[in-house]
């Protein structure tokens, strides 16, 4: 399905919308990936990259790349609130490529957009323009055109077959373009920040993932051997825009060890989630967050957008009409997306009960065993979106 003598742009160059550019160079098209950002940059710091997103990546050639980077935890260890010790833990590790064909990884986000800014140079037909001002996309019966403020000043004019907007939770694309809703906003903000490991290596196993479980929160911990820090993401109610300095909870135990190493180095993110069956009009699409965004307690969100990626790429160079390559993709995709985002709804409100709730939780996680996850999200973990030429 050669897509030679096609053009796209691509707005924003996060993880869905690098993802893309790769896959439709690889069919031979051209690409403008338009970011904002005066260099690469990704918020946040931690990222879960589970197998149904790991292989897509291995498939565009960054496995070497993911594996100086990325730590496969041999478990997630859940701890009660107040304790130094899990009372559970899920295995992972090798079973996880066993079981779905590839590995369970975690890493540093800004790794990820390294190594696929790094693969992008390679390719001599994408072409990523940084410190973009303002852009502006008109749809019309050839195609698309697009006229990009850039940073010097100048204006750039692009002529294109169709258009695809990875602008984010707050996309610009979805929003004024497509006519479609703002994110809302769920009453929760995600604190995140890095500590050196040192600090708090007598509180957690270096070589795991470990989460305290709370009333009304949580904190999902992961080790970044690669840079030798950790990385702590704690979820709490809260209000957009209205946060104090640092997270208001007291931990006792670990937790207070690992809170207590983080200090004030936190940083606030309000979660919003999308939901909209508006994925695209014309030959104009969305994909990742500015199509879906989900609240993250299933760690699918990079991965949603990954796939996403991997399913629009192969059919924009089948379908000589843009229009109806998306009409594929959401047909294919809204499903699936929808199901992962109503999963990951469920698992904030199972982290976070209180008791006596809590204790039902956990004497039944306890029950199922340490590979019972295997088995409950084999759907997640073993879905595989390429058609069987893309695996030769």
Known sequence: MPATGRNYVIAGAGISGLTLALTLAKFGATVVVLERHATMEEAGAGLQISPNARRILDRLGLSDSLAR???????????????????????????????????????????????????????????????????????????????????????????????????????????????????????????????????????????????????????????????????????????????????????????????????????PWPLYTVTTALWHKGNIGLIGDAAHAMVPFQAQGAAMGIEDAAVLGPLLAEHAEPEAAFARYAAVRQNRVARVAKLSASNGRIFHMGWPLSLARDAVMRLQGPRAHLDRLGWVYGYDVAPEEQKQ
């Open 69 to 267: 980077t990325a730590l496969e935890p041999a478990a997630l260890d859940t701890y009660r609130h107040g304790q130094s010790k899990p009372f559970f833990s899920m295995e992972f590790g090798a079973i996880m490529e066993q079981r779905f064909g590839a590995p369970y990884a975690v890493m540093h986000r800004a790794d990820l957009a390294d190594a696929l800014y790094k693969a992008s140079r390679r390719f001599a037909n994408i072409d990523i323009i940084f410190g973009v001002r303002n852009w502006d996309v008109v749809s019309h019966a050839r195609g698309v055109t697009v006229v990009v403020d850039e940073a010097n000043g100048q204006t750039r004019t692009t002529r294109a077959n169709a258009f695809i907007g990875a602008d984010g939770v707050h996309s610009h694309t979805r929003r004024r373009v497509l006519e479609g809703p703002d994110a809302q906003f769920g009453g929760r903000v995600a604190w995140r920040t890095l500590v050196p490991a040192d600090s708090v290596a007598s509180q957690i196993a270096m070589d795991r993932a470990s989460v305290f479980f709370g009333r009304g929160h949580h904190l999902v911990c992961y080790p970044l051997p690669h840079r030798k820090q950790v990385n702590l993401a704690l979820f709490l109610p809260g209000k957009a825009g209205d946060n104090p300095r640092t997270p208001k909870l007291k931990g006792r135990g670990a937790l207070g060890v690992i809170l207590a190493a983080a200090g004030d180095s936190w940083t």
